[in-house]
Structure formats: structure tokens, C-alpha cells
DNA sequence: CACCTAATAT
DNA sequence: TATATTAGGT
């Protein structure tokens, strides 16, 4: 039968389409079925997340709407595109530049505008031919291969960056043709002149290059090996070195200054905040009290504190047993030669590293209030793991990828296996942990994040970057890339994938690179205003998750 | 060398 | 602005 549909190609295309609006729904449906697509249609995003989840080689395309209450199409796009190698058009009646570039940066194969006529449905297979042709190359052992294409490339550039594959591909390989010849400047002109394109980190690309830090473990993440992980032809070393540098420096401002207190005062709005303005940057002084949990969680606006998980993932390591990670995919960078720029600016949201209370945890003796802080977060976290992240799905691949990766293993991975990335940090065996298994929670944080100076009013943001105090810092914080604000995060923790593992791969790993940056570096906070009673957060956050919980219901249900 | 950080250039 | 490149140090 496979071949049959094969043959006929467009024919019996399996076509996903999502959208809240029943009625554009329908009139979609109809033009597909018109077009003897097989169709699946689904109402919002997560139901159609968990179709496709369900397997992953059901569907040939997905059509979908970019404003739904349950998620936004974008979200729904970047997780089909981390998770199954689907080619994904957008369907609004938007026709803002801006959305259908963001479509674009976000991976979306096309952006139809409403409405839709058949002519133009007519033609959206060759998406599916050409997704597989560039994601593609041979091979198509049955079950996923996806090749992950997260990063499509886009070499935007003037005289195509190429994009042959021919030969090698080998990542670096640009300019050289320098011969000996004088110094002297001159560069100019010589015929093959190729500006060096500039390396555009998109989202995927940017998660990409995050999973290959979480993997390595944020101590040992170094710009060769990043970019050996990442496997990305035509990004170099320095071009890895250069986002590395970004990074860390993102990395360093969410986890040292800014964060507690700011955040605090972000989440809380306009409540006091005048406050942390003094923090100095370590441990020491911020002080932040259960008070402050209090209050902000009353005005629920917490929603990412456990940020989202996302991203996830791009597909799977060692395919073979080869203990490399990826290979594969097809990636290919995108450059910028001209148009690109300020999607970026609002694609890029954020960093998605994961932070995991686990290290705290685990690591060195932490200061005990804090150990109960984070298993307070812990705690709370299980209990509404509906709308978190699983814990145990998300696990730290990357300890299996790298080492050997047995699925079920979960259970405990030896501390010293957590070692293997980050924490090194000796210890751990002292057990002073709680034990609590190496959960760990996965969240993007903004990628551009990296800017955002503390203020972004925006509401989208707020609870962005990490959540108070000291230990705060290693609170995932999440934030969402849209405007809209919607509740994603908490959607993307229920659907969470959890029935393959594939999926989690990689992203997940146990610990995050903010924390483990800054038990390197320097901190080990010795803070101490946490009073402890992490139970007053945990209840203030549960409230908040429920009503979110509430209204995604409601909304999602209902329309 | 590979790496880091900071500064500076594009 | 984001990314690249360079400088100077480990």
C-alpha cells in the first residue's frame, strides 16, 4: 500500500491540518480532499502535536493556523520541526510581512493566506518532495530518520552560498584562496569572491547549538567540540566560538546579577522592585523572601517559571551505534546576505538551555536552604508535571547518547554520570542529596534573550530569565517568543513527548548551563535569605499553573 | 595550539 | 544589531 500512495504521489498525501476556526478548518479539509489528499484535521495544536507524535511517519505535511488560543502556530511549528522532519505551512489570514517572515525564520515551508483557493493547495506537495529531497539524502530506513532538519539553511546570499554537497563537507573550508602572495591588504576581489557570509543563527540553529553545550556540559563546552556536535557544514569553529561567547555572557547575566531580585520585580510588575537594583551579584546579599514568592504568585503571572521544554531535541544520536552524536542532517547554515534581520530579532527569542535544579541538588554541598528551595521547585514540578516538562522524559540524553544509552535506564544515573558533562564538580556522591532523581527541567531561554537587558516590560518576557534568588538562577525561565504570550510552556510540558525517545535526545540534558556556569565560575552562593518554605512558592505556582491550567481548557475546549 | 575575554570592526 | 575578527593572555 505504501507504494501505491507512492506512486500516485500527490495523491493520498497525508495532510495534517490545524486550526481553531471550524469553519477554515472545514473549507480546508474540503480543498484538500479535493485535491485526494488524505486528510487528518485537528482543532488546535496539541491534539494535533499528539497525532503527530503518535507517529511520526503518519503525515507528509502539516497545514496549520498561526493564531490558536491552545499554542501559537509557531510554537507548533519550531516542536514539529524538532521532532519529525515535516514540512509545515502556515495558514493565516494574516499577511503581515513580518508573520509570514516569521513563519519562515520559525522553518515553515510556505504561508498561505486565508482564504485559501484550490489552486493553491494543489501545489503545496512539492513541499513534501522538497523537505525530502534537502533533508533527505537517500536512506529512508523506515521508521523516523528524520533528519532533523531543524536548521534549514538558507543561504541567503547573493551568489548562492552553493549548497552543493558535492565533495566534502567539510564545515570550514571558506576563503583560502590566498596562495601566498603579498600581504597587504588587496583582499579584495579576487573571482571567487565570496564575502564570507555571516552565519545567522536562527533558532534552530541557535538550538542546536544549545543541545550541543547541554550535551557536553557547559564546562566542557568548548567551540571545537560545540561545533564537532553540531555538525553544521560550513560553521566554523570561530563562528561557534563567537556564539559561545555570546552565550556565556547570557549565561552569566541571568545567572549572576539580574536575576533574582530583577526577575522578582519583573514577575511582580510593578510591586516593589526597587529593590533589587542593589544586589550585588553574588551570593551574598539578594535577599528575597517568601514574601515576594507570595506576591507574585497572586497576581499569577508567573506562567514560565518552569520555562518550556520545547525544543527538544533534534534527532537522535548514535542511529547506529555510533557513538557520535549526529551526523545526519542535512544542515546546512543559513547566511545573511541581505534581507535577514530583524526576524531575527523577534525569532530568536531565546536561549533555550535548560536549567535543572538537579546540580544544585546534586552538586557540592549546596547551602541546604537552597537544596530545599530547589526540591521544592522539584516537587512542585512532579506534581504539575502536566504542564511541565516531564521530568523523566527529558532526562539527560545526552549522558545516554554520549555514553551508551539504554533507554530504560533512567532511573539513577550515577552522579558521576552527571559528571560527565558539568558536573564534574566532584562530589555529589556525598549524598547530602536528597536524592531525588535527576529530573531536570529543560526550558529555552531566550536566545536573543541574551540582550534583553532587564527591561523588557513586555509582558511576554517578564518571567523570562531566571527566577529569583540566589538560587534562582537555576530556575529555568522560560519565555515566550510571541507577543501574544500565549501559554505555551505549559502546553509543551503536557504534550511532552514521551513516548519516544527520540525525541528527547537531546536537548534535555540534566544539567543546564546556567547553573552549571555558575557553579563554575564562581558562585556557590552562599546567600542565605531564602527562608526556606519553598512550600508557600509551591503553592503560590500551583495556583497559578491551575488557572492557566483553566483557561488553556477552557479556550482550547471549547472553540 | 585551543581556548578565553575583551575590544573593536563590519 | 548581530556576528566576526583581533588582540593579548592562559
Not at 69 to 93: H, N, R, T
Not at 116 to 131: D, S, Y
Not at 186 to 209: G, I
Amino acid at each position: 500500500m505504501m507504494n501505491d500512495l507512492r506512486d500516485k504521489f500527490p495523491i493520498g498525501m497525508r495532510v495534517l491540518a490545524v486550526d481553531d476556526d471550524r469553519t477554515c478548518l472545514k473549507i480546508l479539509e474540503k480543498l484538500l480532499l479535493k485535491c485526494q489528499y488524505h486528510v487528518t484535521t485537528a482543532q488546535n495544536a496539541i491534539t494535533a502535536l499528539n497525532l503527530l507524535r503518535e507517529n511520526k511517519n503518519n503525515f507528509d505535511l502539516v497545514i496549520s493556523n498561526v493564531h490558536m488560543p491552545d499554542m501559537d502556530g509557531f510554537k507548533l511549528l519550531e516542536l514539529v520541526g524538532l521532532e519529525m522532519d515535516l514540512p509545515v505551512i502556515m495558514f493565516s489570514a494574516n499577511d503581515d510581512p513580518k508573520m509570514v517572515l516569521k513563519g519562515i525564520n520559525h522553518g515553515a515551508c510556505d504561508y498561505l493566506l486565508k482564504p485559501v483557493i484550490l489552486k493553491e493547495v494543489q501545489t503545496i506537495w512539492q513541499h513534501v518532495i522538497r523537505k525530502k529531497k534537502t533533508s533527505k539524502r537517500s536512506n529512508h530506513d523506515a521508521a523516523n530518520s528524520d533528519s532533523g532538519n531543524g536548521i534549514d539553511s538558507a543561504v541567503t546570499g547573493s551568489s548562492d552560498q552553493n549548497e552543493r554537497p558535492s565533495s566534502s563537507r567539510k564545515r570550514k573550508e571558506k576563503n583560502e584562496d590566498d596562495d601566498e602572495e603579498n600581504e597587504v591588504d588587496h583582499d579584495n576581489d579576487d573571482p571567487t569572491a565570496q564575502k564570507k557570509a555571516r552565519v545567522v543563527w536562527t533558532p534552530a540553529l541557535h538550538r542546536k547549538f544549545v543541545a550541543a553545550v547541554n550535551q557536553l556540559g557547559i564546562d566542557k563546552a568548548v567551540p571545537k567540540k560545540i561545533l564537532d556536535l553540531m555538525n553544521v557544514e560550513k560553521l566554523t569553529r570561530e563562528n561557534v566560538a563567537s556564539h559561545l561567547q555570546k552565550y556565556r555572557l547570557y549565561l552569566k547575566r541571568i545567572s549572576e546579577g539580574e536575576n533574582q531580585q530583577a526577575n522578582m520585580a519583573a514577575l511582580l510588575g510593578s510591586s516593589s522592585d526597587t529593590s533589587y537594583s542593589g544586589m550585588t551579584s553574588l551570593g551574598g546579599s539578594t535577599q528575597f523572601h517568601n514574601n515576594h514568592y507570595k506576591s507574585f504568585a497572586s497576581n499569577g503571572s508567573m506562567s514560565s517559571i518552569f520555562n518550556t521544554p520545547t525544543n527538544v531535541n533534534m534527532h537522535g544520536f548514535s542511529s547506529s551505534g555510533t557513538p557520535l552524536l549526529n551526523h545526519t542532517h542535512n544542515n546546512q547554515l543559513k547566511f545573511q546576505s541581505a534581507m535577514t534581520r530583524d526576524n531575527l530579532n523577534d525569532v530568536l527569542k531565546m536561549p533555550i538551555s535548560s536549567a535543572g535544579l538537579d546540580q544544585l541538588l546534586h552538586s557540592k554541598e549546596s547551602n541546604p536552604q537552597e537544596k530545599q528551595v530547589a526540591e521544592g521547585y522539584k516537587n512542585l514540578a512532579s506534581q504539575n508535571s502536566q504542564y511541565l516538562p516531564s521530568l523523566e522524559n527529558r532526562r539527560c540524553n545526552d549522558i545516554w547518547s554520549n555514553t551508551m544509552q539504554l533507554p530504560g535506564t533512567n532511573s539513577y544515573l550515577p552522579r558521576e554520570g552527571f559528571g560527565h558533562g558539568s558536573a564534574s564538580h566532584k562530589d555529589n556522591r556525598n549524598a547530602a542529596m536528597p536524592h531525588t532523581d535527576p529530573h531536570e527541567f529543560c526550558n529555552n531561554v531566550p536566545f536573543q534573550g541574551w540582550d534583553n537587558n532587564h527591561n523588557n516590560h513586555d509582558a511576554s518576557y517578564h518571567s523570562s530569565h531566571v527566577v529569583g534568588s540566589s538560587i534562582g538562577s537555576m530556575i529555568p525561565a522560560v519565555n515566550a517568543v510571541e507577543p501574544e504570550e500565549n501559554l505555551d510552556y505549559n502546553y509543551c510540558g503536557s504534550l511532552q513527548m514521551k513516548r519516544d525517545r527520540t525525541t528527547e535526545l537531546t536537548e534535555g540534558s540534566s544539567f543546564n548551563p546556567h547553573q552549571a556556569y555558575m557553579m563554575n565560575n564562581q558562585m556557590k552562593f552562599q546567600n542565605s535569605g531564602i527562608s526556606n518554605n519553598p512550600g508557600s512558592l509551591e503553592d503560590a505556582v500551583r495556583d497559578m499553573i491551575k488557572q492557566k491550567q483553566l483557561y488553556a481548557n477552557l479556550s482550547g475546549g471549547t472553540m
